[in-house]
């Protein structure tokens, strides 16, 4: 009986493998469009940045240089760690000296990252024993700390590259926001520590020569904003619509739309809108788009019709 058994079990699973008739069917190959595929793949941006990365603390070597981006950084670091004239810590360079363990209330060990400053030393606390904190806090994780190795980084792979823009949000040398244009080239002129919300300072002049400035983060991640991939292209987008008249181009760049653009023409002078009704007027298909800063536009058979920028 039990040789039986196990010549019939044998049986099944040969047919399971090669689909043979027993019901079961074999299961069938999923293959993607050309279109998911280039979903799937990473831009050329993506690509060139995929090395850009901030490395783990298992990574970090003592003498790791860290800039102090704002005074408030102060409140970050364990308080009895702080020295009498070290609250004013914005500006600052600090190294990484090594983590040390601490015993937490509850009786667990806690890693503390110990860092090196001209005149002592600050420990931030991690929330995490050592094995954990090792593989998960990154040297962009430390609140208001820049990573000037990265920096380095950026700046050796981006300086001297002719790109196009892709957002309208500059800044002049000093920080103030000015009038940006999207989808116009501009060559990379250095990379600087940034703010820190923004870790990255990308300066910039147009095709007049004209001076700007842009903040970057380092990731790639489509969570992230203010990516590379988000801020610049490494290639005209213009090549891509060679059906959009100079003149509607030349809106789009200013992030301006006119009666008579196309859906598309308006998604790329103000982005994807945060709301989106459809419907009909007697013969005529009505769309009907929202933005969150109260723009709205109104199309009529695709066309725009009436807004409100």
């Not at 800039?67 to 760690?81: E, G, I, K, Q, T």
């Not at 360079?93 to 015993?103: D, M, P, Q, R, W």
């Not at 700390?145 to 981006?158: A, G, N, P, Q, T």
Request: glycine share 8%; charged share 25%; aromatic share 8%.
């Amino acid at each position: 009986m039990t040789r039986i058994l196990n010549i019939l079990l044998l049986s099944l699973s040969m047919c399971l493998m090669v689909g043979c008739h027993t019901g079961i069917e074999s299961t069938k190959t999923i293959t993607l469009s050309k279109s998911e595929r280039r979903q799937l793949e990473a831009s050329p941006e993506e690509k060139l940045m995929e090395g850009v990365k901030a490395p783990m603390l298992s990574e970090w070597r003592e003498g790791k240089r860290f800039l102090v981006s704002d005074n408030r950084a102060s409140l970050v670091f364990d308080p009895y760690s702080i020295a009498n004239g070290q609250e004013e810590l914005g500006g600052k360079v600090i190294e990484y000296a090594g983590v040390t363990l601490k015993t937490t209330p509850g009786g667990a060990d806690e890693a503390v990252i110990v860092f090196k400053t001209g005149d002592g030393s600050l420990q931030y606390s991690t929330g995490k024993n050592s094995k954990d904190a090792a593989v998960s806090i990154s040297s962009m994780d430390v609140p208001m700390l820049i990573d000037l190795e990265l920096v380095s980084r950026v700046k050796d792979l981006l300086v001297g590259r002719k790109v196009w823009t892709r957002s309208q949000l500059w800044y002049d040398r000093d920080g103030n926001k000015m009038d940006g244009r999207k989808f116009v080239p501009v060559e990379i002129v250095d990379v600087t520590p940034g703010t820190m919300v923004f870790p990255l300072k990308v300066d910039l002049t147009d095709e007049n020569g004209n001076p700007a400035m842009m903040y970057m983060n380092a990731g790639t991640a489509g969570i992230e904003s203010r990516t590379f991939q988000n801020l610049f292209s490494l290639s005209d987008p213009k090549d891509r619509y060679p059906s959009i008249h100079q003149d509607v181009w030349d809106l789009i760049q200013r992030g301006k739309v006119r009666v008579g653009m196309t859906k598309e023409e308006c998604k790329l002078a103000l982005g994807n809108p945060s709301d989106v009704n459809s419907g009909h007027d007697w013969n005529s298909t009505i769309d009907f788009w929202q933005y969150p800063n109260g723009s709205y536009l109104r199309f009529q058979d695709g066309l725009l019709v009436s807004f409100r920028n």
